[in-house]
């Protein structure tokens, strides 16, 4: 099973990127799959999440801002980060997770920066 992250990089505030999650080995869409952010010297929080059937649940500062979705023919889950702000600078990483079984990609560093 390999979760693949991509995306990241460095934009201005109010600016735009999207992450992507590719899965092998695991149908996504089976999953719970969520992005988590873990900025320097703080501890890791949850972004956005989408279930199994497609609700999704959302940490309150990115409300509004960030949307998760998935493709499942591309068995991928995207963030779409708009209006980033430079409190959202940090290393993103995805997570799936389906009853006591849990995998993670690696992280992609999102920098948000003037």
């Known amino acids: 099973v390999q979760l693949q992250a991509s995306g990241g990089g460095s934009v201005q505030p109010g600016g735009s990127l999207r992450l992507s999650c590719a899965a092998s080995?695991?149908?996504?869409?089976?999953?719970?799959v969520s992005w988590y952010r873990q900025a320097p010297g703080k501890q890791r929080e949850l972004v956005a999440g989408?279930?199994?059937?497609?609700?999704?649940n959302y940490a309150d500062s990115v409300k509004g801002r960030f949307t998760i979705s998935r493709d499942n023919a591309a068995n991928t889950v995207y963030l779409q980060m708009n209006s980033l702000r430079p409190e959202d600078t940090a290393v993103y990483s995805c997570?799936?997770?389906?009853?006591?079984?849990?995998?993670w990609g690696q992280g992609t560093l999102v920098t948000v920066s003037s």
């Open positions: 989408i279930f199994s059937g497609d609700s999704t």
């Open positions: 080995g695991i149908i996504f869409r089976t999953y719970y």
């Open positions: 997570q799936a997770v389906r009853g006591s079984v849990a995998y």
